[in-house]
Structure formats: structure tokens, C-alpha cells
């Protein structure tokens, strides 16, 4: 086994053990991939003022997201498919967050089910990221099942009315379960471990979905359902309606313009997310990080900023919290661990953020996350 050290260790070994068309579904942005891969450089740019001859005993990284007690300002972000990067994974992950003490979200679009997370996690609170479907009858009982797993938050990503277009995606076929073209069967046969996971689950369609929708009893092309049932109707009307039918802790995921922030707090959620999904909506957005600093001037009294994007290591935690962020969320980072390594290596990407995250605090002179803020950055590196 090679020695883990960082992120980048975890995607080089998913990227070995995942079937090509999976892996690719979570490492890819849509178009160009300009601004997947702008959410990440964006960070390189922000530069630390190190401090020196300060005491760093007692360090401590907790802090709270949505009044919810967390062990470092980091969250599991819904992601979709998790369950094919690794067999059972969005259990395996939600086992791994639990363990830590940060939130994990489950996604609409996940091979678990609702149940199937709260079972396999004894009934911990996680939190539930919710599309919108033209289907308003499934979305209410997508709702209620949420509220009897006792979901502690819903997540209403706002982003993904029409899904963009992501090349590998069509250049693989995705599908859940994979389609058996030669090609896959070929790839898939050099994946022996994640194969033989799949072997020892039934779970390879979309559980949130199939057996849940009328009429639908199985799914061919993610693209091509989102495509009939995703609704392009989506307003703030619905999230008006969503939040009196959820009652609880309501989270707006896809914010990155001012004026939708305004709109954001209006519509009484309890925070928003600063997120432009990952780069695989609207390619040639702005990235997350450059986004956040103008919504957390104009928002950040009357709701709780959050920021999703580009999050590869512990110092760009420290990046996003010292420029507003609340909170923050990792999908890639965890998929990655996921995939190279079941629920140990969600663990391990865990550690390793948390680790990054605990040294760089110090090293800019500070020993509790809750003292940090802009102070920790060099003026002229950050977007103002």
C-alpha cells in the first residue's frame, strides 16, 4: 500500500481502482472545464502571512455550521453516484462523517436510498440535498422521507434546473447500472476490487428514485431522465413552498451571484451555499473562492455564507473561513477517498484535511478557528 499523504495520493489510487466512466463523472467540469478548474487554482493564488513565536498549545478546529456542533467547518457535499465510486459508499461515507463529527449530505441522485443511510448509520442525523422534479407528488414524499430518517438539514441545490454538458459523460455512456458495452466490460475488468464490491451489494440504481417515481422501475441515462424530469420551471416560489413543507433547517446550494444571495436571505433559508457546482454547470463562471468575499459583504449579517469549490487540502478551509465562509464542503476530496479506499479512505481524507487545516492555524498564529479572519492572508493575493 503507498504511503497517503495528501489528496492527491487518494485520486491517483481511485483513479486506479474506479472504472473509467465513474471516476470521470466525478473528476470533470462541463466544456472546457475552465471553471472546474479555476475553483482550484483560485486557491494556489491566496497567499498566508506566517506567524512566528506565538503560543500553539491547545489548538482546536470546532466549530458550528447551522447551529449543528462540528469538528472542523467542513461538510460532506452531496455528491451523485457516490454508491459507484465504491459499493454502498454513500453509507460507507456517511459512516466516516459520523465518526469525525462533521455532517455528511446524501444526494437526490445517490445508489443509496434515504433509508438505506439512516439504517446503515444506527439513525445519526445527516443531512438531505434536494432536486426540484416537474413531479411535485414525489418530491413531497422525497420530503417526508427525509423528515422520518430525521434528517437534521435539506439542502435545495438551485443550480441544476438543466444539467450541463460534461463530455466524458457522453463519451462513456454513463450510466447506473453501466451499460455492458464492450468498452466498459473491457475497463471494468481491470477493476477486480470494485467489482468484486458490486458483487456483494444490490444496490446499483438510483434508490431515491427507482420504485419511488410512478412509471419509473428502472433508469437508463442519467442525462437523459434529468433531462424529462429535472424542472426547468424552478423560482423562489418553490423555495417558499419547499421550506413551509420541510419546517426545519433549510441550506440554498448554487449561490454566486449577489443579487440571488439578497434574494437567498429573502426567502428565509437558514444559510446558502457559494457554489457554481463544482464547474459542471456553466462553464466560464466565476470560481467559488473569488465569488464568496462580495456575497459574505452584502449577506453575511442576515444569513449564514457557505462555499463549495475547488477544496483540496486544510489551507484552503482556512482560505474560504478567513474570507466569510461559515462552512465548507468537499466532494471531490471524499470521492476520491472513497474510491481508493471504501469508507477508510473517506477517513483518510478526512485526517488529511484536518491535519492541514490544524498546522496552517497555527502557523498564522492562531489557535482556535473561530479567531480567524482576513488578518491570516497576505493583502494583494485575495479577492476583495
Given at each position: 500500500m503507498p504511503v497517503i499523504t495528501n489528496i492527491e495520493d487518494l485520486r491517483v489510487l481511485a483513479q486506479k481502482r474506479v472504472p473509467r466512466m465513474f471516476y470521470d463523472y466525478a473528476d470533470s467540469g462541463s466544456w472546457t472545464e475552465g471553471t472546474y478548474r479555476a475553483n482550484e487554482s483560485d486557491f494556489q493564488k491566496i497567499k498566508l502571512r506566517q506567524r512566528v513565536a506565538v503560543n500553539m498549545e491547545n489548538r482546536s478546529t470546532a466549530t458550528t455550521m447551522i447551529g449543528q456542533k462540528v469538528a472542523m467547518p467542513v461538510a460532506i457535499a452531496p455528491t451523485g453516484l457516490t454508491g459507484?465510486?465504491?459499493a454502498d459508499g454513500e453509507i460507507l461515507a456517511a459512516r466516516a462523517a459520523k465518526a469525525f463529527g462533521i455532517p455528511f449530505t446524501l444526494s437526490t441522485m445517490s445508489i443509496c436510498s434515504i433509508e438505506d443511510v439512516a439504517q446503515g448509520t444506527d439513525g445519526h442525523p445527516f443531512w438531505f440535498q434536494l432536486y426540484v422534479m416537474k413531479d411535485r407528488d414525489y418530491i413531497e414524499r422525497l420530503i417526508d422521507r427525509?423528515?422520518?430518517?430525521?434528517?437534521?438539514?435539506?439542502?435545495?441545490?438551485?443550480?441544476?434546473?438543466?444539467?450541463?454538458?460534461?463530455?466524458?459523460?457522453?463519451?462513456?455512456?454513463?450510466?447506473?447500472?453501466?451499460?455492458?458495452?464492450?468498452?466498459?466490460?473491457?475497463?471494468?475488468?481491470?477493476?477486480?476490487?470494485?467489482?468484486?464490491?458490486?458483487?456483494?451489494?444490490k444496490r446499483h440504481g438510483f434508490g431515491n428514485i427507482v420504485g419511488h417515481v410512478k412509471g419509473v422501475e428502472n433508469m437508463g441515462s442519467l442525462s437523459e431522465w434529468t433531462a424529462k424530469q429535472f424542472d426547468p420551471a424552478l423560482n423562489w416560489g418553490d423555495v417558499e413552498w419547499i421550506k413551509k413543507r420541510w419546517g426545519g433547517k433549510l441550506i440554498l446550494k448554487g449561490i454566486q451571484d449577489?443579487?440571488?444571495?439578497?434574494?437567498?436571505?429573502?426567502?428565509?433559508?437558514?444559510?446558502?451555499?457559494?457554489?457554481?457546482?463544482?464547474?459542471?454547470?456553466?462553464?466560464?463562471a466565476e470560481s467559488?473562492?473569488?465569488?464568496?468575499?462580495?456575497?459574505?459583504?452584502?449577506?453575511?449579517?442576515?444569513?449564514?455564507?457557505?462555499?463549495?469549490?475547488?477544496?483540496?487540502?486544510?489551507?484552503?478551509?482556512?482560505?474560504?473561513?478567513?474570507?466569510?465562509?461559515?462552512?465548507?464542503?468537499?466532494?471531490?476530496?471524499?470521492?476520491?477517498?472513497?474510491?481508493?479506499?471504501?469508507?477508510?479512505?473517506?477517513?483518510k481524507a478526512l485526517e488529511i484535511i484536518h491535519k492541514e487545516l490544524d498546522l496552517t492555524m497555527a502557523f498564522c498564529g492562531h489557535t482556535q478557528i473561530e479567531t480567524v479572519d482576513q488578518r491570516i492572508l497576505l493583502p494583494g493575493t485575495y479577492p476583495v
Open positions: 459507484m465510486q465504491h427525509a423528515k422520518a430518517a430525521q434528517c437534521s438539514a435539506l439542502m435545495l441545490t438551485l443550480d441544476l434546473q438543466i444539467i450541463g454538458q460534461r463530455h466524458k459523460d457522453l463519451k462513456n455512456g454513463l450510466s447506473a447500472p453501466p451499460k455492458l458495452t464492450v468498452a466498459n466490460i473491457l475497463n471494468m475488468m481491470t477493476k477486480p476490487r470494485w467489482g468484486l464490491g458490486m458483487l456483494g451489494t449577489v443579487e440571488d444571495a439578497k434574494l437567498a436571505v429573502d426567502s428565509g433559508a437558514d444559510a446558502l451555499i457559494v457554489s457554481n457546482h463544482g464547474g459542471r454547470q456553466l462553464d466560464g467559488s473562492i473569488r465569488a464568496l468575499p462580495a456575497i459574505v459583504d452584502a449577506v453575511g449579517q442576515h444569513i449564514e455564507v457557505h462555499m463549495d469549490g475547488g477544496i483540496r487540502s486544510g489551507q484552503d478551509v482556512l482560505k474560504a473561513r478567513a474570507l466569510g465562509a461559515r462552512g465548507t464542503y468537499i466532494g471531490r476530496a471524499f470521492l476520491y477517498g472513497l474510491g481508493a479506499m471504501g469508507q477508510a479512505g473517506v477517513t
